[in-house]
């Protein structure tokens, strides 16, 4: 046993130069694995935290629930607890801002994690409770506990919102000012519930249902979204009126895809970093099977001789091991910190998540990681130990010395050539090194696969996409109408129809912006189906109908997934496209089928039999949330008003910025007008997809240094091993400049077996990927987008690598003289 170790630490000192490409390896592996699951789990730990914090605790909401439901839903042995919400009225601040009043149970109150700054909830009929910036909107910013407030309020009533009232409360409670996502304020008021029943008759009541599950119910996310869709199908709960606290879910229970996707991910990159490493480790020691041979002339026993290289290698990998551990550490937190700064998103979570790692609530580095990264990188150590320790014990000492771990040829005679060129010369030690090429291109060649898959995600999540997906062009000024609202019956739509602001002398001025390239108008209209009942309801279901232009034919017959149609159909006046929401909830209406249509435009209504010719589920772009759609030029022939309901605004190139303070002053004119911004929605976009680029993009540099020290290693050895050949030939007329070719030659025969792994199967299996994504709506993904860029530098790299590799190994033989390289043991 002494011997063995003496002998092994020995090996270890005298192979410095291949043990320290060993030990490299060994640490960016260990890097590799901890960085991998740490900064995985970490982004999920501290986005639960955050949620957790922030998140109301309800596990789903049933909306539109009647006073008669709600009961029978409380009762259900799968419901735990449940909230109740109903909303009774609004107050309107201005024409974007509004106060909601709302009744809330005390246990609707602690499923939404309501707080109170100052007081308590609401307990009498005339009591309040409403945030300072609400209060200061209302005229009473200096209002305290126990005063008397006036507010202009208008109740729900069953279609429409009622006339407005005046009505004084008692301030019982201030509750925290809320943080608003757009530039649209919506204030919260709580009231009583003897203010609720006085205010919204039984019959009418339609509540907001937070529930709870029992822990038996509540396994996983899966089985909980699965028991509350059930619960509202027996209790006549539309899916759409469905709404799970997905993020809150998540933050608390298992859930089975995210897990097994996550382990998927994780094993094939362990894989991919695991037969790096053991090709690295393979050849190194190959070379080294000449020394253990000499061990066994001297007495060494096959069981010794394969303990000396095992207990060498796990010298190599316990020196290493801690040392990727410390760099994993110090980099997880720094890669951590880096991402979260760098993030421009500012919502709430976001912010909350900030905190929580400020404040060091949530550990990054956990000790069952630590272990697993000891245990996959000496599982890794020991399985490359494998080979060279049953070669070395397998075969006579005189065999062992002259062992190089070239294939040994079946064939009694080995073929030759008259004439020699540098290409055979190469391809003729290609070849006696098979397994030891095959191992590394394998290798390397899946690092190259999970690049090419992982951009190709990247660039098919492209925020460029989603944001186009949302808004046509640079800019979109659509009109801001109401429904039902009886205080303001000129924001109805077929009341702005007849008065739209959205003119020809408003679209002369916005063309006439310098710098505004093309600006398009959209029509659309309202109506009902009496042949249809709303889902739910008695009432007829509620129509709209939108246009389209002819330059967005393309992208609908993309999207259409039932029929067909043409721009000439659509342009017919009796011929529409149903859309996403019409095709999930009316399933029995089928392509081909007529309905009667009711059209309401301006103060008159009138029928149209329309066909449906097809469906589809389209971007907001181009459906605008439109239940059907038709030609532009056939809807303005069915009305006698302006339909014209948004328009989009194309810029010059490089001119977007510049016309903005333009359009904005139009749309400062006039208060229907609402403008959205296509660099605004990007922005939004590319903040939230900064954190999961940025992880994934920082796992792959990790796995290409450690793909790089494998061509590095192979390289060198290549050529160290040989220089008792290459001196031969050299001596025998070959020039410096043609063994470099003949080496470079070799580098690129590894390149192309890369390459050819990477961007061939890389590309094949990320559009297997993109189509599964597509088809399971995953990630926003919707259009393929070959990552060109990301392949484009992959090749350039490896071939560079590769060049400079040959170049300065072949520089460094050349400084030996020929005879001393002929002279040379290795």
Not at 190 to 213: A, G, N, T
Not at 257 to 278: E, N
Not at 521 to 535: M, V
Not at 679 to 701: K, R
Request: proline share 2%; net charge positive.
């Amino acid at each position: 046993m002494k011997m063995t170790n003496t002998v092994a630490l020995a090996n270890t000192k005298y192979h410095k130069g291949k043990n320290l490409l060993s030990g490299i390896a060994i640490i960016l592996t260990s890097v590799l694995v901890f960085l991998i699951t740490s900064i995985g789990l970490g982004v999920v730990n501290v986005q639960n935290a955050a949620v957790n914090k922030v998140y109301p605790t309800w596990h789903a909401m049933y909306r539109n629930v009647s006073e008669e439901n709600m009961e029978k839903i409380g009762q259900h042995d799968a419901i735990g607890n449940y909230g109740l919400r109903q909303d009774v009225g609004e107050a309107a601040l201005s024409a974007d801002d509004y106060i909601l009043i709302s009744y809330l149970d005390t246990e609707a109150q602690k499923l939404t994690k309501q707080k109170f700054v100052s007081g308590h909830a609401p307990k009498r009929a005339n009591d309040a409770v409403l945030s300072r910036n609400a209060l200061k909107k209302l005229g009473y910013p200096k209002a305290k506990i126990g005063d008397t407030i006036s507010i202009p309020l208008q109740f729900f009533e069953k279609d429409s919102l009622g006339m407005q009232q005046e009505r004084s409360f008692r301030l019982t409670g201030i509750s925290p000012d809320g943080v608003g996502k757009t530039d649209r304020k919506i204030f919260s008021m709580l009231i009583s519930k003897d203010f609720m029943q006085e205010v919204i008759p039984k019959d009418q009541r339609s509540y907001r249902m937070m529930v709870r599950l029992t822990e038996e119910a509540s396994t996983s996310t899966a089985a909980i979204k699965e028991k509350v869709k059930e619960i509202g199908k027996n209790f006549d709960v539309i899916e759409d009126n469905i709404v799970e606290n997905s993020d809150y879910l998540f933050a608390n229970y298992i859930d089975p895809a995210f897990y097994s996707g996550m382990a998927i991910i994780i094993a094939v990159i362990l894989v991919a970093g695991a037969l790096t490493i053991y090709s690295i480790y393979y050849v190194s020691l190959i070379n080294k099977v000449q020394d253990f041979g000499k061990l066994a002339a001297l007495g060494a026993t096959k069981r010794q001789t394969r303990q000396i290289i095992l207990r060498e290698n796990l010298i190599v990998a316990g020196i290493s091991i801690p040392i990727g551990l410390l760099i994993g550490i110090a980099t997880v937190k720094f890669v951590f910190f880096q991402l979260m700064s760098t993030i421009e998103n500012e919502v709430a979570t976001i912010k909350v998540m900030r905190e929580v790692l400020e404040k060091g609530e949530v550990s990054l580095v956990l000790p069952w990681i630590v272990g697993m990264t000891i245990g996959v990188t000496l599982l890794t150590v020991i399985l490359a130990s494998l080979k060279p320790m049953r070669q070395a014990s397998k075969i006579m000492p005189i065999e062992a010395m002259r062992y190089t771990g070239q294939t040994q040829s079946k064939k009694k005679q080995r073929k030759g050539f008259i004439d020699l060129n540098l290409q055979r010369l190469a391809r003729a030690n290609l070849s006696r090194n098979k397994k030891r090429t095959f191992i590394t291109i394998f290798s390397l060649g899946m690092i190259g696969i999970l690049f090419v898959v992982i951009s190709t995600v990247f660039s098919c999540t492209n925020p460029k996409q989603i944001a186009r997906d949302t808004i046509a062009e640079d800019y979109r000024i659509s009109i801001k109408s109401v429904s039902n609202d009886k205080m303001r019956p000129e924001r109805e739509w077929t009341a702005i129809q007849q008065n739209n602001p959205l003119n020809d002398e408003m679209i002369d001025r916005i063309k006439s912006i310098k710098g505004v390239e093309k600006v398009d108008t959209f029509q659309s209209i309202t109506g009902e189906t009496p042949d249809l009942k709303e889902i739910g309801s008695d009432d007829p279901m509620g129509l709209s109908v939108g246009g389209i232009s002819k330059e967005q034919m393309d992208l609908i017959e993309k999207d259409i997934k039932k029929g067909s149609a043409t721009y000439d159909e659509l342009d017919s006046g009796d011929k529409v496209i149903a859309t996403g929401y019409f095709i999930a909830n009316y399933p029995e209406i089928k392509i081909g089928d007529k309905l009667t249509f009711k059209f309401f435009d301006g103060d008159r209504s009138f029928e149209k039999e329309m066909t449906i010719i097809a469906g589809g589920n389209f971007s907001e772009s181009v459906s605008n949330y439109d239940n059907f759609l038709m030609s532009n030029e056939a809807l303005k022939k069915m009305s006698k008003n302006n339909l014209t309901y948004y328009v989009n605004i194309k810029a010059a190139k490089g001119q977007a910025k510049a016309i903005q303070p333009a359009i904005e002053n139009l749309v400062a004119e006039n208060e229907l007008f609402n403008l959205e911004s296509y660099e605004e929605i990007l922005a939004q976009w590319e903040g939230s997809m900064q954190m999961m680029t940025g992880a994934g993009y920082a796992i792959m540099l990790v796995l290409a240094i450690v793909g790089i020290m494998n061509l590095i290693n192979t390289t060198i050895d290549s050529i160290l091993s040989r220089k008792k050949e290459l001196g031969v030939m050299q001596a025998l007329g070959m020039s410096n400049r043609q063994m470099k070719r003949m080496l470079q030659t070799e580098g690129l025969v590894y390149a192309g077996g890369i390459l050819l792994m990477g961007v061939g199967i890389g590309s094949i299996l990320g559009y297997l990927v993109y189509v599964y994504a597509e088809s399971n709506a995953l990630m926003q993904i919707k259009v393929y987008q070959y990552p060109l860029i990301q392949v484009l530098l992959m090749i350039l790299l490896v071939v560079i690598v590769q060049l400079i590799l040959t170049y300065a190994t072949t520089t460094i033989v050349n400084k030996e003289t020929v005879i001393k390289r002929i002279q040379a043991s290795e």
